[in-house]
């Protein structure tokens, strides 16, 4: 009663569930992988470097009509190839293996590791040491997540979920945090406290995030039309 009447602090903490890059997509929403669209926020190159709130259900609309109309027109039903099902059935046998695992390393205590050092070193205000110190961190954790201890219960066990996304959580950490790397300039809301200025130079550009023989690279690449890759 009394915090709801403002005579005592409440205790606020902000939080992100957003990110303001995204996956690369053609104005069909076509994605570089044949036959993959992407729409709403995982999307990337819509809203630029300060996405305001309240889009969410917006870009669903916009961009999941684009997609009908594009997979509903001649060009959408071109053939798409089937994944090699030995790529599918290595992936299900990766996921069954997980319960009962004898590792030391529970999940979600390396979850929480993650966050923290995405929290402490790649937040709104970033810089070189920083986003470097957060790279070895990712590097520990990525090995660590080699010798997970997951409970045995297949019906439903949480263990085995964390352990499947902190793949891909390790992934997406250090492609913000190298993407934060390779922008050596302070825009929208992104912050680099070792450039604080705006670069007309970059201004133009995007950080595009890739995987070459299992490492992170980036490049810088100008705003132009973007076409996704020719469908067979």
């Known amino acids: 009663q009394r915090a709801y ?3 005592a602090p409440i205790r606020v903490s902000p939080t992100v ?8 997509v053609d104005e069909n929403l076509s ?3 044949q ?6 926020e995982v999307q990337g190159g819509v809203h630029g ?7 969410a259900l917006t870009d669903l609309f916009v961009f999941g009509k684009k997609i009908g109309e594009a997979t509903g027109s001649s060009k959408g039903k071109r053939r798409v190839d089937i994944p090699i099902w030995n790529e599918a059935q290595e992936e299900i046998e990766r996921v069954y293996s997980i319960p009962g695992m004898e590792g030391r390393h529970r999940p979600i205590c390396l979850i929480q590791k993650l966050q923290n050092v995405m929290w402490e070193e790649v937040g709104a205000w970033r810089n070189k040491e920083g986003l470097l110190k957060a790279l070895d961190t990712l590097d520990e954790i990525e090995e660590m997540s080699r010798d997970l ?5 297949k019906r439903y066990n949480q263990e085995v979920l964390d352990a499947i996304e902190l793949r891909t959580m390790i992934k997406v950490a250090r492609a913000v945090a190298c993407s934060a790397l390779t922008r050596e300039e302070s825009r929208g809301s992104h912050i680099r406290t070792d450039f604080p200025e705006k670069k007309p130079e970059v201004s133009p550009k995007s950080v595009i995030v890739f995987e070459e023989n299992g490492n992170i690279r980036t490049r810088m690449e100008e705003n132009s039309e973007w076409k ?3 469908r067979k």
């Open 5 to 7: 009447n403002w005579e």
């Open 17 to 24: 569930h957003y990110h303001i890059g995204g996956i690369r």
């Open 31 to 33: 994605t570089p992988v």
């Open 35 to 40: 036959g993959l669209y992407a729409a709403g």
């Open 49 to 55: 470097v300060s996405r305001l709130g309240s889009l």
């Open 149 to 153: 201890s997951v409970s045995e219960v």
């Open 228 to 230: 996704a890759p020719q």
